[in-house]
């Protein structure tokens, strides 16, 4: 069973530039989320995917914005970067359908530097 | 959602017993209790849950207060390996519209396990 994998694993642009981050799921898996966590704080929910669909968004602007593809892999794409991006983004899917109890597999993320 | 509450940190001694807390004083009645650590430079990874009752698996323990509003995350013999970053999470058992079961993450609680 393959776990969750993400690329690139770091990142380094320039403020203003735009930002592609790939995902894939957990062999079995139909959903995907990302999360943000920035230096000494939880992670926070930017959007789920699921059925190639957003499924619930947390409070990020729309320059955040992402994909699903039919094997279940995602992307995430952000827009103008700014300084503030600069953080860890992490991965996470699981089986939509088992309620409370979906567990969510998260990958290593990718680390991102705005300069 | 309903908050955690947790301490910002703590330490134990290798192969003792660990027992970490979590305020949550405004539960609901469909609130599960979720834990999920995270070790240093991984993604987060799901730990245990439970309802009411108490819980066991092989990672941990899970207490729950019979009123509900606390709870604690035994860890039977900590382990180098156990020193991660504890976090505490509700997560709502009805279904909610979209299904979009994100998790909510806090700080956390960072776990020191000394040698």
């Known amino acids: 069973e393959t776990g969750v994998t993400q690329s690139p694993t770091h990142l380094i642009k320039t403020r203003g530039q735009q930002v592609t981050l790939r995902c894939s799921s957990q062999?079995?898996?139909?959903?995907v989320s990302w999360y943000q966590q920035a230096l000494g704080q939880g992670p926070q929910f930017i959007f789920q995917?699921?059925?190639?669909?957003?499924?619930g968004r947390g409070n990020f602007p729309p320059r955040f914005s992402g994909l699903q593809f039919p094997n279940y892999s995602s992307e995430l794409n952000v827009n103008a970067l700014e300084l503030d991006d600069s953080a860890l983004y992490l991965c996470?899917?699981?089986?939509?359908?088992?309620?409370?109890?979906?567990?969510?597999?998260f990958g290593p993320g990718t680390r991102l530097l705005v300069l | 959602d309903a908050k955690t509450t947790q301490p910002n940190s703590m330490e134990s001694n290798e192969e003792e017993p660990v027992h970490l807390p979590c305020n949550h004083s405004t539960i609901s009645g469909t609130d599960y209790i979720h834990w999920y650590r995270q070790l240093p430079s991984q993604g987060p990874e799901y730990v245990i849950h439970g309802l009411t009752s108490n819980v066991n698996n092989r990672m941990a323990s899970l207490a729950i207060a019979e009123d509900r509003k606390s709870s604690t995350l035994i860890l039977h013999r900590a382990t180098l390996r156990d020193a991660a970053v504890y976090y505490c999470?509700?997560?709502?058992?009805?279904?909610?519209?979209?299904?979009?079961?994100?998790?909510?993450f806090g700080k956390g609680t960072k776990l020191s396990v000394i040698p």
């Open positions: 995917y699921y059925r190639e669909e957003e499924n």
């Open positions: 996470a899917s699981s089986l939509k359908g088992q309620g409370f109890q979906e567990t969510q597999y």
């Open positions: 062999s079995g898996h139909n959903t």
């Open positions: 999470i509700l997560r709502d058992s009805k279904y909610s519209g979209a299904g979009s079961y994100q998790l909510t």
